[in-house]
């Protein structure tokens, strides 16, 4: 599995073999929570299958989605770096599988490898142009063009249609994009009313292009 992780698309065979045989496989339910913001960081986390919410919580328990994680992605690597607390919560969204590799492997495997630290670099350069594109977002566009700024983001090609996999909920898009779930609620029925998209329990169809505004 790991020759399919972008991270670790540098390493030879049997660096992958020696990563994958001291690491661990854990299955987990859904709506079960990995890790906890603020926890003390431990290991890199690869998801084998299923997906994941990552998110940050304020005082009074309200939640801000950051990223949703699927397959062959991976998070932790932030505190394995500088050994600071986990910056962030990570919450399964349906039964998956992860791959759980110890900071200390992660750490040996990084120093005999350049290519893993540039390829790590990357990684993060990319987080931050994707936290930088967040603010924007929240900063300049209203409510609806938040909303369907984060339905094209989330939606891929799957038989010559946008499709949203995730099995999201109103509330959680709501916290991707910073507005009540009442507001969300709304746009998304307006935009199904108008044929622009077609929600069910297992996913969301982006039929046509999204109006500009609403």
């Known amino acids: 599995m790991l020759h399919h ?9 049997a660096e992958t073999e020696t990563l994958t045989a001291h690491s661990t ?7 079960t929570v990995l890790i906890t913001e603020g926890d003390a960081s431990g290991s890199l986390y690869v998801i084998l299958e ?10 009074q328990g309200k939640d801000a989605i950051l990223n949703i994680l699927g397959p062959g992605e991976y998070f932790g690597e932030l505190a394995l770096l500088d050994d600071a607390p986990r910056s962030a919560s990570v919450m399964t969204l349906i039964p998956s599988k992860v791959m759980i590799i110890s ?13 893993l630290a540039y390829s ?12 930088t594109d967040s603010v924007k977002n929240l900063s300049l566009m209203d409510v609806y063009g938040r909303v369907a700024h984060t339905l094209l ?14 099995k999201l909920t109103h509330q959680d898009i709501a916290n991707m994009v910073g507005a009540s779930r009442e507001m969300v609620s709304r746009i998304l029925k307006d935009l199904s ?13 982006i039929n046509e292009k999204l109006p500009a505004g609403w």
Do not use: H, W
Not at 25 to 31: K, S
Not at 50 to 59: A, F, H, N, R
């Open 5 to 13: 992780v972008q991270l670790f698309k540098t390493l030879a065979p």
């Open 25 to 31: 496989t854990r299955t987990y339910p859904a709506n």
């Open 50 to 59: 299923g997906e994941m919410k990552v998110y940050v919580s304020d005082e």
């Open 103 to 115: 900071k200390a492997d992660f750490k040996r495997c990084l120093a005999s490898n350049p290519d």
């Open 120 to 131: 790590l670099i990357i990684s993060l350069t990319q987080q931050i142009r994707s936290l």
């Open 153 to 166: 983001e989330l939606a891929k090609e799957k038989d010559g249609k946008q499709i949203i996999e995730q």
């Open 193 to 205: 009313n108008g044929g622009y998209i077609s929600v069910n329990k297992n996913n969301i169809t």
